[in-house]
Every structure is written in C-alpha cells, then in structure tokens.
C-alpha cells in the first residue's frame, strides 16, 4: 500500500513538471514534494509502529493515539487538512486542466478514504476530535479567503479544500449518517469540480485569462457557457 500510494503521488509530482505551461510550476511541484515528503514520514512512522506491535502480540487490536495520528498527519498532507493547504492551491494553479481533475478527482479522495479507515481503527476516541478540529479551522481558513480570489482556478481549488474539509468534518463526528454524508461528499465533488475545471479551460482560452474582474461576470460575457 505504501509503495503504491507513494508512486502515485510521484508520478503526480511528475505529471504538474510535464503539463505545467507556467514558469512558476517549478515552485509548486517542490511545495507538493515537501508536503509529500511530511506525509509520507508519517505513514511510513505508523506502518513501523503496527508491525513492531504485531511482533510481540498475536492478538488483533486497535491502533493506539501516536499511530493513529502519524496516519492522520500521513493522509492529512493529501486531503488537504490544515496547515497543508498550500501545495493544493499551487498545483491546481499552476497545473493543467487534466492534472487538477486528476488531483482533486481521485489523489484527494484516496486520502478521505484513509482517513476513514484510520478513524475506524483507532482506540483513541480523542483522534477523531483532532481531525474534526483540524477540518473545521481549514473551513473558516479556505471559507475567509475565498470572496478575496480573482483567479478562477485557486477558487476551484478553494472550494476543493473546503468541501473535502466538510467530509473529513462529518467523520470526525462519528456515526453511519454521518459517514454516508461524506461519501456523497466525495461523489457529488468528483462530478462538480471535473465541469468546473472544464469551465475554466474554455474561458481561459476564450479571454486569454482567468482573471474575474477581467471577464465581468460569466453570465453577460459568455450566457451560452
């Protein structure tokens, strides 16, 4: 599973290189690799800790609180969970249309995944708590500065990081409900921020710019879009 999922995120890392058109696709791809780095540090931590655990018992049991948070902060990195919001916003940016329905497709969502299934492992009760916590600051964090963006594509990306704050929220609170909240989360964002990105595209390359107060409103200047 490590192996794989550190693959992916690599070859992520390579695909931003290889799409990017912008200069500055540099910087955004060393930002993603740091954070990358961070998560990585931390599942690989927790893989440690349960099999050194395995060894001196047979007997199944729950992840304690430090495993449980070195998985928290593992798939956290790739939500993202507050602080680690940043590397998003850059590479969505900075990225290709193909590359940011890739990462907020499917990338973003293996890490809700993960966390799901951290949560249901875990003995401690206080991790959910910590990653409802972490959500809800990414929510006023990503919610504050939205009506200050004029680039359509970090509002995109914006809007990514909060509604994926939103599911990691409702399983930090625990429950069946609260759980199916999040999967149709998940599901309703993989079909509503492919078309948004699409959008985006083709009023970059009908304005040759993704400048709001350019455009003027996408109503009056583009009604067929």
């Not at 963006?149 to 970090?154: A, E, G, I, S, Y």
């Not at 998940?186 to 699409?198: G, I, K, M, P, Q």
Request: with cysteine.
């Amino acid at each position: 599973m490590f192996i794989s999922f550190e693959f992916l995120l690599l070859s992520a890392i390579y695909m931003l290189l290889l799409t990017s058109k912008s200069e500055r696709s540099r910087d955004a791809a060393l930002e993603m690799f740091i954070w990358t780095l961070i998560g990585s540090a931390g599942l690989l931590t927790g893989l440690g800790l349960i099999g050194g655990a395995s060894v001196t018992s047979t007997i199944p049991h729950k992840w304690g609180f430090v495993t449980a948070i070195c998985f928290l902060l593992g798939f956290g990195v790739k939500v993202p969970l507050w602080p680690a919001t940043s590397w998003l916003l850059k590479a969505h940016v900075e990225a290709s249309v193909e590359f940011s329905i890739l990462l907020s497709g499917f990338i973003v969502k293996v890490g809700v995944l993960g966390l799901h299934r951290t949560m249901l492992l875990a003995e401690e009760p206080t991790i959910n708590l910590v990653a409802a916590s972490l959500a809800f600051i990414g929510l006023l964090d990503a919610t504050f500065r939205l009506p200050a963006q004029r680039d359509l594509k970090r509002i995109v990306a914006l809007t990514t990081v909060i509604e994926m704050n939103w599911a990691v929220l409702a399983l930090g609170l625990g429950g069946s409900q609260q759980v199916s909240v999040a999967a149709y989360l998940c599901l309703a964002h993989c079909c509503t921020t492919t078309t948004e990105f699409f959008l985006v595209e083709i009023l970059t390359k009908r304005f040759n710019t993704r400048d709001v107060a350019y455009i003027g409103g996408v109503a009056m200047s583009a009604p067929l879009i």
